[in-house]
């Protein structure tokens, strides 16, 4: 299959700006190119893929960023600014993909979505939030009803937010296993990853070490300075160490020392990339059990579910994390999220998307 992947447009891929995606976007051209497909990516320029996804052919685009749609309201008008770099990524996606099987979108984008129903080009979208804007959610239904099988969700309880596809495409995600080293430190400190932003819930892991009188090791783009600083403020002095933004391999190396990962999502999670890591590294995760964690983290084998906003679940939790053997969380990664396995269920996808238009 030759495939056109057209990347998110926040942030180039290894600025960390586009979240998750970035990683996905990497895993799923690893696995696709070991499936022997070729793969063509679109991406803010500056972009970097992963050394070893050097066959797939980078084009870069120039423009103006799209605003995060998490960070607007849900009934928010859909804006496209002057230059705009989604347009331009669709743009050349579209000139590509007329010699491709399929172009494939990674943006979470009103754009992308409308073009599916006024070009011949067989469009599939991989959604990555949970509904976050009623104009796009109203439009992914529109093109539903025309094309039921374009959309792909990370997880079962994402795609609950679009409760009008009947029988949604789960094809959870893939983590390229060498990247990650098994450490057995059973004696490390505490971790917490992800965007520093309101609904990453920063502050009920930051309240959980602080109980225990101990440092949380953050890791992550700090998005929002005014909600970091006021989490920062409210705890006492030193309680964060900020650890800031790492590359792949730099994260796993300091993360796998840990002894625990906190995941506290105050939205529906699509998935949770940061888990995976974790567990990849033999780190245990204690998480609210709401959107993606609650479908990745095997309670009691894997690591613990707290009821959602339940602060001191986390904290009775975390004292017990030492029976959670962390070989059990590398072999639940090495069994159902590598990069072949992730790059499987999306071919069986692209595939049936391909057929409707036959
Ligand atoms: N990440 C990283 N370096 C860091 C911290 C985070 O590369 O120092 C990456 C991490 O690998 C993950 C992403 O940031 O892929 C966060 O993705 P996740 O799915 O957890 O949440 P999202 O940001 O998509 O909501």
């Given at each position: 299959m030759r495939i056109v992947l057209i990347s998110t447009?926040?942030?180039?891929?290894?600025?960390?700006?586009?979240?998750?995606v970035e990683l996905t976007l990497n895993s799923l051209v690893t696995g696709l190119l070991s499936l022997g497909h070729s793969v063509e990516v679109i991406a803010p320029k500056n972009s970097k893929l992963y050394k070893s996804n050097e066959k797939a052919k980078l084009y870069f685009v120039e423009g103006e960023e799209q605003i995060s749609w998490?960070?607007?309201?849900?009934?928010s008008l859909v804006s496209i600014p002057d230059n705009s770099l989604l347009a331009g990524m669709l743009e050349k996606g579209l000139e590509i993909a007329k010699k491709a099987d399929i172009l494939l979108n990674m943006s979470y984008d009103w754009l992308p979505i409308w073009m599916t129903l006024n070009v011949e080009i067989p469009i599939a979208h991989i959604i990555s939030m949970g509904s976050e804007s009623s104009a796009i959610s109203n439009l992914i239904s529109k093109v539903y009803d025309k094309y039921p099988y374009n959309f792909a969700f990370h997880s079962k309880i994402q795609a609950d937010d679009y409760s009008f596809i009947k029988k949604p495409t789960i094809i959870g995600n893939g983590f390229k296993l060498d990247n990650y080293t098994f450490q057995d430190s059973i004696k490390g400190p505490i971790a917490w990853v992800g965007r520093v932003a309101p609904e990453k819930g920063l502050e009920d892991a930051v309240y959980v070490a602080s109980k225990l009188g101990e440092k949380l090791n953050v890791w992550g783009v700090i998005e929002d300075e005014d909600y970091a600083s006021r989490i920062e403020q409210s705890f006492p002095k030193g309680t964060i160490e900020w650890m800031g933004f790492l590359s792949t391999y730099e994260l796993q190396k300091e993360l796998g020392k840990c002894r625990a990962l906190l995941n506290t999502p105050k939205w529906n999670e699509a998935y949770g990339n940061v888990i995976v890591e974790a567990l990849a590294c033999g780190v245990p995760v204690v998480a609210y059990r709401r959107g993606g964690p609650s479908e990745i983290i095997q309670h009691g084998e894997t690591g613990y579910l707290a009821d959602p906003d339940n602060k001191e679940a986390l904290l009775s939790y975390l004292r017990i994390i030492n029976v959670i053997k962390r070989k059990n969380c590398r072999e639940w990664v090495e069994k159902n999220a590598s990069t072949d396995i992730f790059a499987n269920k999306v071919v069986n996808w692209l595939n049936k998307v391909i057929n409707e238009y036959k």
């Open positions: 447009p926040i942030g180039f891929l290894g600025s960390g700006k586009g979240g998750g998490q960070h607007q309201n849900y009934n």
